[in-house]
């Protein structure tokens, strides 16, 4: 068993029509059928949402995957429609709320990689490749592969691992030409994002999209992009292969979570503990960073 520790209610608001909580988003429709995508400050971990969450998260994701979504924009098209909080919603929503467009979704978590890092490292150790592609020998954790590479995973429902697959595996699902543009699309995205974060001291070492097919099969960003929490985000001056980096992700989470700290018992599968003050703070403090640094704006 795993998921949420207390499963949040779901906030009723007139008009609105809440269809899934997930880890991080809560999700309705409004009346023109519009989705309706409401950031949490809930934060995940081994396919468990802590307690309690980081204060200002929501908001965050929200601010940073909109200066994204502005900057990718001549790329490919993403589902925003406005930022403008349904009437009779509660007044927190506001800055952590995104009326978009319905698509149809593509079950594939669309992962690019600039780096070996996390479980791609574990699996080229393994066997000298990550889903499938082939890497050169004597990389290490933090290396810089030669050329970006593209590493779909399933996605998975609250509580269930997202699995690494093969680009056969989602050509064979979903098509040759799908597969071939989502793969496009994935490293043609990641190679702006990361080029704009070296431009502000960040190493980007990987990220996933989603994407939604619009009516004319055309592709369209979707979700959250290029945040802490799809991210892998290091600084760049300390950037050092051969260990873990540090970083700006919720990685700080992680660690302290299996750690003799936290006394939690990941194989056991028992719910995490709460998480102490400092633990909230410091990620706090990484998540505000990142999006200075990037931004280049004051977090107010």
């Not at 906030?11 to 429709?29: A, F, N, Q, S």
């Not at 974060?197 to 960003?221: C, I, M, N, Q, S």
Request: charged share 25%.
């Amino acid at each position: 068993m795993s998921g949420f520790v207390t499963k949040p209610e779901p906030v009723e608001v007139p008009g609105l029509t809440h269809i899934h909580t997930g880890k991080v988003r809560d999700l309705y429709t409004d009346a023109d059928d519009n989705l309706v995508m409401v950031a949490s400050d809930r934060i995940s971990a081994y396919d468990w949402v802590l307690e309690p969450g980081i204060p200002d998260k929501g908001r965050i994701l929200t601010s940073l995957s909109l200066w994204w979504f502005d900057l990718l924009a001549d790329l490919y098209p993403n589902h925003v429609l406005s930022t403008e909080v349904p009437a009779g919603a509660p007044a927190d929503w506001a800055g952590r709320t995104l009326v978009c467009r319905r698509l149809d979704m593509v079950p594939v978590e669309c992962v690019a990689r600039g780096y070996l890092a996390g479980s791609g490292t574990v699996e080229y150790r393994a066997s000298g490749s990550v889903c499938g592609v082939a890497l050169p020998e004597g990389l290490t954790e933090g290396s810089e592969l030669p050329e970006p590479i593209f590493t779909p995973a399933t996605k998975a429902e609250v509580g269930e691992h997202d699995e690494n697959v093969s680009f056969a595996y989602v050509a064979e699902r979903h098509g040759a030409e799908l597969a071939d543009a989502l793969r496009r699309a994935t490293l043609s995205v990641y190679g702006r994002a990361r080029d704009i974060a070296r431009e502000h001291g960040l190493v980007l070492a990987d990220t996933k999209f989603e994407f939604g097919l619009d009516p004319a099969g055309g592709l369209v960003l979707a979700d959250e992009v290029l945040t802490p929490d799809s991210s892998r985000y290091w600084p760049a001056d300390r950037w050092a292969p051969g260990h873990a980096q540090p970083s700006f992700d919720k990685q700080y989470v992680r660690d302290w979570l299996t750690s003799p700290e936290s006394g939690w018992d990941r194989v056991a599968d028992t719910p995490p503990p709460d998480m102490p003050e400092e633990v909230v703070a410091r990620t706090h403090e990484k998540y505000v960073e990142v999006y200075e640094r990037l931004t280049g704006r004051r977090w107010a």
